[in-house]
C-alpha cells in the first residue's frame, strides 16, 4: 500500500473584525474619526471583551507606508491615549483620533490586541478631498 504520516499542524486562531462604521464613508480632513468595532468568531458572533484591550499602533497609507505611528488621540477621548476604549453598553470598542495632516484617500488603521502584539488588526477609513 505505501507509508503512511500522521502530522500535527498548529494553527494561530485571530479575531475577525465586526466593523461597526463604514470605512468608505468619507470624513472631513481634521475631523475627529471614530474606529467602533466588535472583536468576532468567524461565524460572526461578538468575542469583545472589557478583558481584552485593543491598542492603536498606527496608520498607513495604502502602499502600506506608516505616516502616524501611534495615531493621534482626538483629545481625551480615550483613557489611555493609545487604547481603544471599551463600551460596556454594546459590548463594543471604540478609538477617536485627530485626522488633522492626514492627507485625502483611504487609509489603514492599525492596532494590536495587547499580549497578541505579533498580529496586527488593520481595518480602514477615508478622509475626503478638502
Do not use: W
Amino acid at each position: 500500500m505505501g507509508n503512511t504520516t500522521t502530522e500535527t499542524v498548529i494553527y494561530n486562531v485571530a479575531y475577525a473584525l465586526c466593523l461597526q462604521y463604514d470605512p468608505l464613508k468619507e470624513t472631513a480632513p481634521g475631523a475627529v474619526v471614530p474606529i467602533k468595532l466588535f472583536l468576532c468568531d468567524g461565524a460572526g458572533n461578538n468575542l469583545s471583551s472589557n478583558q481584552i484591550d485593543l491598542r492603536a499602533v498606527g496608520i498607513a497609507l495604502e502602499d502600506g507606508t506608516v505616516i502616524a505611528n501611534p495615531p493621534n488621540d482626538a483629545g481625551k477621548a480615550n483613557t489611555d491615549p493609545n487604547l481603544f476604549r471599551f463600551r460596556n453598553a454594546d459590548n463594543s470598542y471604540i478609538y477617536n483620533f485627530d485626522s488633522d495632516g492626514i492627507p485625502a484617500g483611504f487609509h489603514g488603521f492599525q492596532f494590536i490586541i495587547d499580549g497578541e502584539p505579533s498580529i496586527v488588526y488593520r481595518t480602514g477609513f477615508t478622509i475626503r478631498d478638502g
